[in-house]
């Protein structure tokens, strides 16, 4: 019988857990600070610009993609038949990994940051190299995941292993795309165009497939039931592999860009149904006839609701790439809503169903508390409902007044508006959803902290004070 050894798993997903919540705390610091108390704390390195970076740096690197690695390092092992490739080169890339994020992300209020959204990292921060160390870090790691599969025991390889081999490949393309390829092109909407290939393919070719190896692995894990069909699975993940990369420009509609481009970002965008409906379908399906389990399991049901955000994300991708709609919701809050569904109501509700599997299967004893783990799938979702429409219904709202705050059929009548209506009234009339924002955060913040607290209890506590825990 193979033995697993689960070290390299817990290197990458304790610490990924605390700087979930870690990541969350700034980003209720910011909701509050810089759009419901403007400035109630201020100074040179508390502001909304010194601190949004770190932030995003949290949540997407040190949490996101950190928790999804080492998903994949309990699960390719295990679909492999074969311990993990190298023991000691996932030690490496963990040291690398967390003292050059940890150093990076940390020193973006000191401005070391480029500004590049999501692409922060700075090459250097004193005499530490930081960029080139995580870079090192994920070589080592995708090729430690690849030689894992290539040297497996079972030929025939399921959808999860197709999409762990996909993200290692477009994960690394993503990346030396956005930390140094942006860089390489002439400065202009060239620039800003590879950034957005960057911007959105950090979602669709590194966070998806991710996400849904992790999903196609823990949901028949969790259910006890086969997946619903291979290959729908393969239709899903060969459309992904397809279509994906061509949508980054559908931000930058309008844009001082070629039309061709715009319209084939637009296309391809619409194409994205297929893919999506292919993962939804199965994913639901699988629980046919077995939905009880939805209600005996907050693990399932983080899968399945992630399931159904992942639904509602692409159709308002979709949705904001046609032209017409781009109109009114380009860079408002109805972008910041759309990354906010992905990244946390499918793709961070996907690897908690994954942790929630994992932690005692690697610690070797019961979860410390189902009762804590049903609270943070409630509180988690009762959070989400106000954020996420405050910021579709407060984004588009915002969109539309901006198209209309400066109508007129002269100029004498449009500067005349303009007079009559300030810009700055526009902004103030997002108080209200950006309060109702700042309150789905705080819900959301408890409820990862009880999170954090029911994983630390299951790894520190002895297992007969976890047995008594679970009877209360």
Not at 35 to 56: A, C, I, L, N, T
Not at 103 to 120: D, K, L, Q, R
Not at 162 to 179: K, P, V
Not at 357 to 386: C, D, Q, R
């Amino acid at each position: 019988m193979v033995k697993f050894e689960d070290t390299p798993v817990k290197l990458m997903l304790y610490p990924s857990i605390l700087f979930l919540v870690f990541g969350m705390i700034f980003g209720v610091y910011i909701a509050f600070n810089t759009f419901v108390f403007p400035d109630y704390f201020s100074g040179e390195y508390v502001h909304f610009g010194r601190v949004r970076p770190v932030h995003v740096g949290s949540v997407t690197l040190l949490w996101l993609l950190s928790a999804n690695v080492a998903l994949l390092y309990f699960l390719v092992p295990r679909l492999c038949g074969v311990p993990l490739w190298s023991l000691r080169m996932a030690y490496i890339s963990s040291a690398l990994w967390w003292t050059s994020l940890i150093i990076g992300v940390c020193s973006y209020p000191w401005g070391t940051n480029f500004g590049w959204e999501y692409a922060e990292l700075p090459d250097w921060v004193s005499h530490i190299p930081v960029k080139f160390m995580t870079t090192i870090a994920w070589i080592l790691i995708a090729v430690n995941i690849f030689m894992t599969i290539i040297v497996r025991k079972y030929q025939k390889m399921y959808v999860s292993l197709w999409y762990a081999m996909g993200t290692m490949i477009w994960t690394t393309f993503t990346y030396i795309t956005g930390s140094y390829g942006v860089n390489w092109v002439p400065e202009g909407i060239s620039r800003v165009n590879v950034s957005f290939f960057y911007v959105h393919n950090l979602v669709g070719l590194v966070y998806t497939p991710m996400g849904l190896a992790a999903a196609y692995y823990f949901l028949p894990k969790l259910s006890n039931q086969p997946i619903y069909s291979h290959r729908l699975s393969m239709i899903g993940f060969w459309s992904i592999a397809f279509v994906y990369a061509w949508v980054g420009a559908h931000h930058i509609i309008h844009g001082p860009m070629s039309q061709w481009l715009q319209t084939t970002a637009i296309i391809f965008s619409l194409w994205l149904i297929i893919p999506v409906w292919a993962v939804v379908l199965n994913l639901f399906a699988t629980l046919k006839g077995q939905w009880q389990q939805y209600y005996q399991s907050p693990a399932i049901r983080f899968l399945m609701m992630g399931n159904l955000f992942y639904l509602l994300t692409t159709i308002q991708g979709t949705l904001m790439a046609l032209r017409n709609v781009n109109e009114i919701t380009s860079k408002t809050d109805w972008i910041i809503g759309h990354s906010h569904i992905s990244l946390f109501a499918t793709f961070t509700f996907f690897a908690i169903a994954g942790i929630y599997y994992v932690i005692p299967v690697i610690t070797k004893k019961p979860l410390w508390s189902p009762v804590l783990a049903e609270w943070h799938f409630n509180l988690s979702l009762l959070g989400s409902v106000p954020f996420l429409l405050a910021l579709w219904v407060g984004g588009f709202w915002q969109g539309m007044l901006w198209a209309t705050w400066a109508n007129g059929t002269s100029y004498a009548e449009f500067h005349n508006n303009l007079t009559l209506l300030p810009f700055i009234e526009t902004i103030s009339d997002m108080r209200p959803f950006w309060i109702l924002r700042g309150i789905g955060g705080l819900i959301i913040l408890l409820a990862n902290m009880i999170f954090l607290v029911n994983i630390f209890n299951t790894i520190v506590l002895r297992p007969d004070h976890q047995e008594i825990r679970a009877q209360i």
